[in-house]
C-alpha cells in the first residue's frame, strides 16, 4: 500500500461522521484488498491465468473501527496460507502497547539501562507522566474489552500454557506466571480465550481463571491441554468437568531426567513408540509394555510411567485427526516465542498490570490474523465432540 493510499484513508477518518464518509472508506477498503489479492494470487477475481498462484476461497466478515464509524468488511480468504489487509495494521497495538510499558518503567524510576536507553532511542528523553498515561489508557480500553468480550459457542479444546516473566511486586522482583488460554470451537476456529498473571501452581489461581472464562461464557469442554500446574486438573475438574492431557513433549523431557545420560537415546526412542500408534488401545499397550521393559533397568523412571499412563493418554480417547494437535502445548510455541521476545525487550515489568496489557495486546492481534485464516480443525471431525445435535456443513465457497 503506498504513502497516497495511507494519506487518503487517514484523511478520510479525520472527516465528519456521516454515511458519505463511511461509504467512501468502505469503497477504498474494498478496493485495496482486491488489489492485494490479486497480487497474491497472481490474477484477477475470476480470470483462468495457468500462473495463478493461490486460489480465492470466499470471504470472511470483519468488522473495522474508523474514526468514521464501524465498517462491515469482507475479507478475501485463500485456499492457501492466509490474507488480512495491509490498512488493518495487525502490529500498531501491540507496538503501542510495548511502548507504553517501556515508558511507564521509565517514568517510575524503576527501568534497567536498557530500558533507559529504548526511551532516548525512540526519541521519548522528555516523556511525560500525563503522555504515558494517555497511551496506557488508550491500549488498556482495546485490551480490557477483548479480554472481557463473550465466549460464545461451544469449545471441545482449550490449551493452556504459563511464560514466566520479571515483573516488580512491592518493591521486589518476582518471576510472575502468565498464562495465556486458547481453545478452538465447534467450527474449528482458534481464538485467545483469556490471559492472567498469578501463581501457577494454586489451585485458587486455576479456579478463579478458569470460572472467568465460563462466567464469559466458555462451554462445551471436553480436554483442557497444560503442562502438569499443581491444581490445574481439579480446576478443570471442577469447573468444566473435563478431562486432562498432559502436554506429552513436556513429560517426555520429565521422563528422561530419571535415565542416565547413557540410557537417554534409547529410552527416548522406547518412548517414541508409545506416541506413533494408531489406535488408543495400542498406545496403551505399547505404554505398559515399555515400563515393564524399563522395569529393571529404569525403576523410577517405570514408576513414573505407571503414575502417568491417563494423564499423557488422554488425548487417544478423542478422534484421531486431532492427536497431532491435543497431545502436547506445542501449538502454543509460536504464541510463547512472541511473547518471550517482546518481553525481553522491557526486561523487568513495572508492574502485573504492564505484563498483561503487552501480553493482551500481542494476543489480540495473534487472535486477528486467526480470524482470516483457515480453520484449525475440519467440521467433520469435530462433531463427534460437539454436544449441538446439529449437521453444520461447510459454507459454498466462491
Known sequence: MTKETMALIELIEKGPDSDLVREMLAFAAERM??????????????????????????????????RAGRIELEIPRLRKGSYLPTFLDPRRTAEKALTAVIQEAYVQGISTRSVDNLVKAMGGSGVSKSEVSRLVEEIDERVNAFLARPIEGEWPYVWIDATYIKAREAGRIVSTATIIAVGVNTDGRREVLGVATGPSEAEAFWKGFLRMLADRGLRGVKLV?????????????????????????HWMRNALAHASAKQRPPVAAMLKTIFAQETATEAHAQWKAVADTLRARAPRLAELMDGAREDVLAYTAFPREHWAQIASTNPLERLNGEIK??????????????????????????NDEWAVSRRYMSLESLAPVSDDPLIRLPGVTA
Open 225 to 249: 491441554i497444560a503442562d502438569d500446574h499443581k491444581g490445574l486438573r481439579a480446576a478443570a475438574s471442577k469447573v468444566f468437568h473435563a478431562t486432562q492431557q498432559r502436554c506429552k513433549v
Open 33 to 66: 484488498m482486491e488489489a492485494e489479492v490479486e497480487a497474491r494470487t497472481g490474477a484477477a477475481h475470476g480470470a483462468r491465468e495457468p500462473d495463478r498462484l493461490a486460489q480465492r476461497n470466499g470471504y470472511r466478515e470483519r468488522a473495522w473501527e474508523t
Open 341 to 366: 521476545r517482546r518481553s525481553d525487550v522491557v526486561g523487568i515489568f513495572p508492574n502485573d498490570r504492564a505484563v498483561v496489557r503487552l501480553v493482551g495486546a500481542l494476543m489480540l492481534e495473534q
